[in-house]
């Protein structure tokens, strides 16, 4: 871990002066959110007019902004700093974040002073999290938020639970699965707290660029989606699918070129859907409070798995369930010699940079999917049986609220 932390240090400061020339993500966010403040937020999807801004902070051509328009709401304040000041601040915040997300996840490890430090280490050690801190990307937001309604749901507030998460939205294709597999898990209250937080998000978003904003953006969502617009994304802007940790990009490394886009398309829709209707059985069944952290750590590492458009900062959110579920296999006392050598063979591949970096350089990260998945089943396998009942947090087993829904 402490090596995985100096590489994840020295890997950020190598590309310091890429940073400062805006070659990341930031300039995307920083930009829109300055044609927000002069009032221009009715172009955000006019890509002419995107650039223009965007040309302020760097000469590097940027993809087209894809996020509902009511995150930069968040950004706004960050225009009011030169663009580089404004980086800082926001990584200073992802930091923060971070922190928040090991003290909201505490209770779920066993108790004693050495394990919070330790927790720090685990996501400090977790490259994706740095990468996403050196791209200048929202996903930290989004974990603090996953995390933040996972802490309020465990505690019996499942209506302000789903409106939390609601306000991720700006990474729909990872909130609105999560929110799936919570309404074929049956919880209603969780679902029911997330349309007022989906309306609210709506509103804001309208409010900023209108009627006739807002259908620019469906109309870009649309165009994007389609095999054509794919091919055209990853042409001109890198958009590799190879490049996600996901069972598309998997398919995208794995697949020869021969194989026909229907053939694709239909693998690819089976497996979604497939393991989003599993990961909702297995939210359905819990009945304790510790079914229910493997339950959400589960369904939070299939969702991201299975996820249509997420890269490696997005990889971030796994830092979630490997705190959540990780410590629950480690504290049993039932761990035969091969399911220790699984444990730590997969959690090294989870920590190990070097192979990220790989990957990520031959735009064969859907290879990770493997471990990934592999790691999602062994934790779904350990809750199953009498492997809880090897708990060594002596934490007791309480029907948590929603049982009663």
């Excluded at 920083?30 to 006019?46: K, P």
């Excluded at 200073?92 to 066993?110: D, I, K, P, Q, Y």
């Excluded at 939205?169 to 990872?174: A, G, H, I, T, V």
């Excluded at 939070?300 to 410590?327: E, K, N, Q, R």
């Amino acid at each position: 871990m402490i090596l995985m932390l100096i590489a994840n240090v020295s890997v950020f400061f190598v590309l310091w002066k890429g940073i400062r020339e805006g070659r990341n993500d930031f300039p995307i966010f920083y930009s829109n959110a300055q044609m927000v403040r002069e009032g221009q937020a009715s172009h955000l999807y006019d890509f002419d007019a995107e650039n223009k801004f965007i040309r302020r902070v760097t000469d590097v051509p940027r993809v087209p902004n894809n996020h509902v328009p009511y995150e930069l709401l968040i950004f706004l304040p960050f225009t009011f700093l030169r663009f580089f000041p404004a980086y800082e601040l926001w990584t200073g915040l992802g930091f923060g974040m971070l922190a928040g997300v090991v003290l909201l996840t505490r209770n779920c490890r066993s108790k004693g002073r050495s394990r919070l430090p330790f927790a720090f280490l685990t996501v400090l050690a977790f490259f994706p999290a740095w990468y996403c801190l050196l791209m200048g990307h929202d996903s930290i937001l989004l974990l603090f938020l996953f995390t933040l309604s996972f802490w309020l749901w465990k505690r019996g507030n499942d209506d302000l639970a789903g409106f939390i998460l609601a306000l991720g939205l700006f990474r729909p294709q990872l909130v609105l699965p999560f929110v799936l597999v919570a309404f074929l898990g049956g919880k209603w209250r969780f679902v029911r707290g997330f349309i007022p937080g989906a309306l609210l998000v709506v509103a804001l978003s309208t409010w900023l660029v209108g009627l006739h904003g807002m259908a620019d953006y469906v109309r870009l969502l649309v165009s994007q989606g389609t095999e054509t617009s794919a091919k055209a994304l990853a042409a001109q802007w890198t958009v590799r699918p190879g490049r996600m940790a996901t069972w598309r990009g998997f398919l995208s490394v794995c697949l020869p070129d021969s194989v026909p886009p229907s053939l694709r398309g239909f693998l690819l829709l089976f497996g979604t859907f497939a393991a989003l209707i599993w990961a909702g059985k297995k939210m359905r069944s819990v009945k304790t409070s510790l079914e229910f952290d493997l339950g959400f750590a589960i369904a939070v590492a299939t969702v991201l798995l299975v996820s249509f458009h997420s890269f490696l900062h997005d990889f971030s959110l796994m830092i979630l369930p490997i705190l959540i579920a990780g410590p629950i296999v480690a504290s049993s006392a039932r761990v035969s010699t091969s399911k220790a050598y699984l444990v730590v063979t997969l959690g090294f591949l989870f920590f190990l940079t070097p192979l990220y970096l790989a990957l990520l350089w031959t735009s064969n990260l859907g290879l990770f999917f493997l471990p990934a998945i592999g790691s999602v089943w062994f934790f779904s396998r350990w809750g199953s049986g009498k492997q809880l009942e090897a708990d060594l947090d002596q934490r007791v087993q309480e029907p948590i609220s929603f049982q009663a829904v």
